[in-house]
């Protein structure tokens, strides 16, 4: 019904940037919140920043001042600009997106990830 595809990883050097875009597509009525999350090896998956559909935001401690959150909403579209990218960031990030679709006549509330990018961060 819905799906959520992730875009804009791949392989940085210490210092360099990376945009992530995540595009949400299919009977969608409304989007409300989103996120991007990101899980190292070894590690549980972790919040990273959020985006509500006001446009208010949250960002993890460790990406403050590097990172920034933003959507279009007439496109269904988040993006995570990642500055001064360390090591430590090199991960594989989802977006996640809690939102209304609608199937049969019917509307349904749910929420929704996506397949994952990589981001590796490395000299």
């Known amino acids: 019904q819905v799906q959520l595809v992730e875009s804009g990883g791949g392989l940085v050097q210490p210092g360099g940037s990376l945009r992530l875009s995540c595009a949400a597509s299919g009977r969608i009525v409304v989007i409300n919140a989103m996120g991007w999350y990101r899980q190292a090896p070894g590690n549980q998956r972790e919040l990273v920043a959020s985006?509500?559909?006001?446009?208010?935001?949250n960002y993890a401690d460790s990406v403050k001042g590097r990172f920034t959150i933003s959507r279009d909403n007439a496109k269904n579209t988040m993006y995570l600009q990642m500055n001064s990218l360390e090591p430590e960031d090199t991960a594989v990030y989802y977006c996640?997106?809690?939102?209304?679709?609608?199937?049969?006549?019917?509307?349904?509330?749910?929420?929704?990830w996506g397949q994952g990018t990589q981001v590796t961060v490395s000299s």
């Open positions: 996640n997106s809690d939102l209304v679709f609608q199937s049969a006549g019917y509307q349904f509330s749910q929420t929704y």
């Open positions: 985006i509500t559909s006001g446009g208010n935001t």
